[in-house]
């Protein structure tokens, strides 16, 4: 055998100061005093876009779970603040063309470069230590049978913590969303064997060290010291691992609280954990306590001498009177069991590599803190002691006296949740783990923006001219170019969507403003949907005309498309040659060769070609009128509806209003609404008419079918009659309030059923140059260049603008 001893030490080491020994079952972790630990991430409601009414009611709610705790528990909140760079690499994404690959370029250099972006993360520690059994031997004896009473004390504990956690995780997620740290199983070496790694002790791990790295469990996963592999220098500055700790304490408290009195701490552009630990009390132990208190005060009330002598020549303490008064209201809560009574520690603690700059951010803290009517102070001589009682399961280290009730501690511990939407695509109908839409900013916090919530990617948006509409559209079409073989389909207004089109190498039409583009809507007559189809439109076209449809006329064109069927001719002048009825005949007479628009719509073979990008625009086709839009239009529509087999699609209707203005298109957009997303096809809505998707009858379709609702600044938000709109599509007086304060072409108000942010598009010079270049000397000059460079024009908009991107070169 192997003389080990010479090598071990016997001093104490830093394990020695940890409280944890072993992992008994799958997401439950065993003390060294025999204390049972588990652990949830969760996410809270976001406060920012809450009514007082609707925090308080969450503060209710939360007190109600804490109040049935008692003597045993203990509870950790931990909200963790840190930095992030992450953004999708190239490989995750799949653009076709330089540009949309210049700017996703620009925007991950942004993100990755940003020493200022963090995120917050929340979880929940609970613990729980069961009586010792001499304690519980009586009971157990006199109330269970026999088969009970040969359990081992060790099971029984194990068995009753597993069903009060889940019954505590089963409240909880009434409020919250909330998920178990719980041992996942990987294959390793090739699916060979496996191996287990456990999100309770990555996060114990991360508490201790500040490392963020999944732990791998041993076979037999006891003796867990292994989790310390760092030195602890204690003193006035400890370090651990050679990176410096701060510990800011919380000492003192206001008179009164509110839900979330602390939610500052959560936008903070640092990185720390701020832990708020509170141990549970029984009502009986917490009457005790608190009639401690009260008989202390009560002496102060009367002098010494007034007592002492049963006296009343002294003047009476008024504070000690309140204060004893405070007291008996405090005992009568206690007795109530409307809410428990418990310790409350809670610290924030920092990590730097840098001392002096690591004083500087505690100070900062110190600064919020204290701003909020709190007392605080940066730990000297008890530093060591705060650290070690902020970690998970710790119950010895730092108890604060002051006992606080369950009321309280739900407005004090950190449950607002800054929504920094979906690592992935939450579609199942993309590729597993496909990048978010895109990525932006609000503050300090990154939010990944995605419209699909769930299946349906139908997207409102809506908000006054000059807000930003444009650039948003146009954004999110260069960014959706990111999905493998990504089709999309845009009705542009004002050719703002011209420059990303040409950059892109799609293709932009200027529908009706003479160019050389002539549609033959009768040329597919194969399928029996087709001939459908080709007959509803012909009604469509009659009713334009003031023609009233009869079953007679209804016949006639369902007779002349039969016949057209074997004909290699299929032009609108050939249908009304050989349609029998003369009225027929007279009404699509406007739409023929010889009409007025018999450019657009009677040629003798179709020269759309329809690309991965295609953009329409539509102003001057607007211009000509209603007789004349809604046939080409409708024409557009079918186009894009045989085009669409899977492939992920968007369609972005600009100036939607338009088509909520005509019956034909309400209806269009009702059937795209409810069927697209079986296609795999996202509609995205933007309008500035407020008042025409209110009136355009579909409003319950638009409000039930479009989950993601994105929101422009309104200032007039407030307003009677435009307050009533946005009421009516489910927003509050808070939400309201935030639309009418921010601010316009800069910030945007997204709400989903996955959550609610205030962004900003966070966009760069290149970025700029293709998504918000709408002006008509840019548009000009853009339509020259790309007449005269070709595919090559980008290059030349990019040097004229001044920008000198690293990817410029190669456009």
Same mark, same amino acid.
């Given at each position: ?6 090598? &071990?030490?016997?001093?104490?080491? #830093? ?15 065993? $003390? ?50 840190? @930095? ?34 963090? +995120?917050?993360?929340? !979880? ?77 002790? =990555? ?27 760092? +030195? ?26 509110? @839900? ?16 708020? &630990? #509170? ?19 009560? =002496? ?17 303490? =008024? ?63 008890? !530093? ?25 501690? !739900? ?24 990048? @978010? ?100 439109? $012909? +009604? ?27 004909? +290699? ?31 657009? $719509? ?128 489910? #927003? ?40 918000? !270049? ?26 004229? &603008? ?10």
């Amino acid at each position: 055998m192997v003389a080990l001893k010479q090598f &071990r030490r016997t001093a104490p080491g #830093f394990s020695d100061l940890l409280p944890y020994a072993g992992l008994v079952d799958n997401g439950v972790l065993l $003390l060294k005093d025999g204390s049972l630990v588990a652990g949830w991430y969760f996410a809270g409601p976001d406060s920012e876009s809450a009514t007082d009414v609707e925090r308080n009611e969450v503060s209710r709610q939360i007190n109600a779970i804490l109040a049935r705790l008692g003597s045993g528990w203990m509870i950790q909140v931990e909200a963790l603040r840190l @930095p992030t760079t992450s953004y999708p690499t190239r490989e995750q994404s799949y653009f076709p063309d330089q540009v949309s690959v210049l700017i996703d370029d620009e925007r991950r250099q942004h993100f990755e470069a940003a020493n200022g972006h963090f +995120e917050s993360q929340h !979880a929940i520690i609970l613990t729980y230590r069961s009586p010792q059994p001499g304690q519980s031997r009586l009971t157990r004896y006199v109330y269970a049978d026999r088969a009970s009473r040969a359990e081992r004390f060790g099971d029984t504990a194990l068995a009753a913590f597993k069903t009060a956690i889940r019954e505590f995780e089963q409240y909880m997620a009434n409020v919250v969303t909330i998920r178990r740290m719980v041992t996942h199983e990987t294959p390793d070496h090739g699916g060979a064997r496996s191996a287990h790694y456990d999100e309770l002790l =990555q996060f114990v791990r991360f508490c201790v060290v500040g490392e963020n790295h999944p732990v791998r469990l041993p076979d037999i996963p006891m003796y867990l010291d292994f989790l310390v592999t760092a +030195e602890f220098h204690h003193g006035l500055s400890p370090l651990i691992d050679n990176r410096y700790l701060s510990v800011v304490a919380i000492d003192g408290f206001p008179g009164e609280s509110w @839900p979330g009195i602390l939610n500052t701490l959560d936008l903070m552009p640092l990185s720390y954990r701020w832990s708020s &630990r #509170f141990m549970f009390l029984d009502p009986i132990e917490a009457r005790q306590k608190l009639e401690r208190t009260r008989k202390k005060w009560l =002496q102060k009330v009367r002098p010494f001498m007034d007592q002492l002598f049963q006296t009343r020549s002294g003047a009476v303490d =008024q504070d000690a009177a309140l204060m004893a008064s405070e007291a008996e209201d405090a005992i009568a809560e206690a007795n109530s069991q409307l809410v428990a009574y418990g310790y409350y520690t809670p610290v924030i603690v920092l990590f730097g590599d840098n001392d002096q700059k690591l004083r500087e951010q505690a100070e900062s803290v110190r600064r919020i803190v204290q701003a909020e009517g709190f007392g605080a102070r940066i730990e000297t001589l008890n !530093a060591t002691e705060a650290y070690l009682g902020s970690l998970p399961g710790n119950w010895y280290a730092n108890i604060r006296e002051p006992l606080l009730n369950t009321r309280n501690l !739900a407005d004090l511990i950190p449950l607002n949740a800054v929504w920094s939407g979906s690592r992935v695509c939450p579609c199942p109908f993309y590729p597993q783990n496909a990048s @978010p839409l895109m990525q932006v900013v609000s503050g300090s916090t990154p939010f990944r923006l995605n419209l699909h919530s769930g299946d349906v990617g139908h997207t409102l948006i809506f908000g006054p001219t000059g807000s930003g509409k444009s650039t948003l559209l146009a954004l999110i079409a260069a960014q959706f170019r990111r999905y493998e073989n990504a089709q999309l389909f845009a009705f542009d207004k004002g050719k703002s969507m011209l420059p990303l089109t040409l950059g892109v190498g799609g293709d932009h039409y200027d529908v009706g403003a003479g160019e050389a583009l002539a549609f033959c809507p009768l040329s597919e007559l194969t399928s029996d949907s087709d001939r459908a189809w080709a007959a509803q439109w $012909l +009604e469509t076209l009659l009713v334009l005309q003031g023609v009233r449809v009869t079953p007679d006329h209804r016949n006639a064109i369902s007779r002349q498309l039969g016949l057209m069927t074997t004909s +290699e001719r299929r032009s609108l002048s050939d249908f009304i040659s050989g349609v029998q009825l003369r009225e027929i005949k007279e009404a699509l007479h406007h739409y023929s060769v010889d009409g007025p628009m018999g450019h657009l $719509l009677d040629a003798e073979g179709d020269e759309l070609t329809l690309s991965s990008f295609q953009t329409f625009e539509i102003e001057e086709l607007m211009n000509m009128g209603e007789r004349n839009l809604v046939p080409v239009l409708l024409y557009l529509f079918r186009r894009i509806e045989k085009r669409l087999t899977g492939a992920p699609s968007l369609i972005i209707l600009d100036e939607a209003w338009l088509m909520l203005g005509h019956p034909a298109f309400r209806d269009k957009i009702r059937e795209w609404l409810k069927v697209l997303r079986k296609a795999n096809c996202a509609v995205v809505l933007a309008t500035q008419s407020i008042s025409d998707a209110e009136n355009s009858g579909i409003i319950d379709v638009l409000k039930e079918s479009c989950p993601t609702k994105i929101c422009l600044p309104n200032g007039s938000a407030r307003e009677t009659g435009t307050r009533e709109f946005y009421e009516r599509i489910g #927003f509050n007086d808070r939400q309201i309030e935030i639309i009418a304060t921010a601010m316009p072409k800069r910030e945007y108000y997204v709400v989903s059923p996955d959550g609610r942010r205030l962004f900003n598009m966070a966009l760069g010079p290149a970025t700029l140059s293709f998504v918000g !270049a709408s002006s008509r000397d840019d548009l000009a000059r853009v339509t020259a260049l790309y007449q005269q460079f070709g595919t090559g024009w980008p290059a030349q908009w990019l040097a004229e &603008r001044g920008v000198f991107h690293g990817s410029a070169s190669s456009v």
